[in-house]
């Protein structure tokens, strides 16, 4: 199965995901994209990485509800470190810059990758928005780093309403770096991409290091606790209940609170 396309332009490596219908999040892919870093780092031609969409109107839609909702305690475990750990590690071991282009819908998981980069680029028409609470589940490691971004109460307003924005608001929010129109929005992250390659290299990735350190927030304390609060509401009957009504395309039935 095909979960992403990797290649090198211009010193600039491109990983496009295309995994069909809406780049759902799975061990495997998760695993491919972490590759995909680390592959990048590892080319000492490469200069900048783009992670970018190959499907119209979607880039990337978050986790797997249906693998997540028939996944053990252990399974669920296995894909948080991936996305919550690995891919962290990857992002922070680059010695290279690295830019997220969002175009379409990005939710839950997929928010979690897209701010993993160093930068998001958006299309004016991309929409973002952490709906876990409506399936019964939390975005835990969002509560770790968003506040920080954009501050407590906007975080608190976007975590747990569930609602969807548009990149404007991501914008002024703090959340995306630049708005560019959806026909050219490629080719300005490219643009941009290509700046960043042109500096010098050695001190990019010096200044790089620096600024992810300094940056960090204390995120790997933060990050058992996250774990913990997601494998602990995925393993309640409301988020069986809501994955199941959402795999289903019904409205979830919630049950009463328990005591």
């Known amino acids: 199965m095909t979960y992403l396309r990797y290649e090198v332009r211009d010193r600039i490596a491109e990983i496009h995901l295309c995994h069909a219908p809406v780049n759902a999040l799975d061990v495997d892919m998760l695993d491919a994209l972490i590759a995909a870093y680390d592959r990048a780092n590892a080319d000492a031609s490469v200069r900048a990485v783009l992670l970018a969409s190959d499907l119209p109107g979607r880039f990337c839609a978050g986790l797997d509800m249906k693998k997540l909702l028939a996944s053990s305690p252990a399974q669920v475990h296995a894909l948080l470190t991936r996305l919550y750990i690995k891919l962290f590690d990857a992002q922070f071991n680059l010695t290279k810059p690295s830019i997220s282009v969002v175009s379409g819908a990005v939710r839950g998981g997929g928010m979690t990758v897209a701010i993993s980069s160093d930068m998001i680029v958006a299309a004016d028409t991309a929409t973002f928005g952490y709906p876990e609470i409506d399936v019964g589940v ?15 109460h906007r975080a608190f307003d976007l975590l747990f309403t ?3 924005f548009g990149a404007r608001e991501a914008h002024d929010l703090g959340l995306v770096a630049r708005v560019e129109r959806e026909a050219q929005l490629l080719e300005q992250a ?33 990050l058992a606790t996250a774990v913990e609060v997601f494998c602990n509401a995925a393993a309640t009957p409301d988020a069986a209940e809501g994955l199941a009504a959402f795999v289903q395309k019904r409205a979830p039935a919630w049950g009463e609170p328990q005591a």
């Open 138 to 152: 939390l975005p835990a490691i969002h509560y770790a780093h968003l506040p920080a971004i954009i501050g407590k």
């Open 190 to 222: 490219r643009e941009l991409a290509q700046s960043l390659a042109g500096k010098p290299p050695q001190v990019l990735a010096m200044g790089r290091r620096a600024f992810v350190f300094a940056n960090d927030n204390d995120y790997r304390r933060k």
């Open 162 to 164: 569930g609602r969807t």
